[in-house]
């Protein structure tokens, strides 16, 4: 039971331009929701999150939108550039516990 | 400040061997969560240790097991090895034991395990 799903395996995105990755989740007892990002060879890397009482949060080039009643969130780079080419990891918690849910992730190339 | 290191970075196997995975935290955190990643997925949360104590557990066998020491480094053992059991092994350190309000989990390179 796929409880956090990416649809889209790969994104390829022209150097400047917004990329977009979503995500969609399931279980409504997730509190708070993250994305990773991860390099080949080591391992993820915290990127952003948001807590499920808010709708947007941003840091520089990025931001993720939470839209709770379609239980999807989205991640936007903008603008693109060259070293965000990277497999992107959504993740949620369930509210109480320990783990975290990932995505099966998302491969980002950001062309020149 | 040091990350999180985690060794071996590879390791072959055969099936039925067992396997010790070890990981070191970062400073000044207390809590250590295991997570196998498959080829082509996310990662899925083995367990989480957190001063000392299992505190958490996700949908792996019992001959998944771990520890976690006075200085908070941790191991993951695997027993009987099964060739799914291939995949990178992440470990993550964070700090409080992930009940309260979320506490980053930084994580380690992983182990890559392959059983034969």
């Known amino acids: 039971d796929q409880q956090v799903k990416q649809n889209s395996p790969s994104l390829s995105v022209q150097e400047g331009r917004i990329s977009i990755l979503n995500c969609d989740y399931t279980n409504s007892m997730f509190d708070y929701f993250l994305w990773y990002k991860k390099y080949p060879a080591e391992g993820p890397t915290f990127l952003i999150s948001?807590?499920?009482?808010?709708d947007k949060n941003e840091d520089g080039r990025f931001t993720v939108f939470l839209n709770k009643s379609a239980k999807h969130l989205s991640l936007h780079i903008v603008p693109s550039q060259p070293g965000d080419s990277a497999v992107y990891f959504c993740?949620?918690?369930?509210?109480?516990?320990?783990?975290?849910?990932f995505g099966q992730g998302t491969r980002l190339t950001i062309n020149p | 400040e040091t990350g999180v290191t985690q060794s071996p970075t590879h390791l072959i196997k055969t099936r039925g061997q067992q396997v010790t995975l070890r990981c070191s935290s970062q400073?000044?955190?207390?809590?250590v969560s295991w997570y196998q990643q498959a080829l082509g997925q996310g990662p899925q949360f083995i367990f989480q240790?957190?001063?000392?104590?299992e505190n958490g557990r996700g949908n792996f066998p019992p001959r998944f097991s771990g520890l976690q020491f006075p200085n908070y480094s941790s191991e993951l053992n695997v027993n009987a090895l099964e060739l799914d059991d291939s995949a990178l092994y992440l470990c993550?350190?964070?700090w409080g034991g992930g009940t309260g309000s979320y506490n980053e989990q930084f994580f380690g390179p992983g182990t890559r395990l392959t059983v034969l």
């Open positions: 240790y957190y001063r000392e104590e």
């Open positions: 993740a949620a918690r369930i509210q109480g516990a320990q783990k975290l849910v």
């Open positions: 948001i807590s499920s009482i808010k």
């Open positions: 993550a350190s964070s």
């Open positions: 400073s000044g955190h207390n809590t």
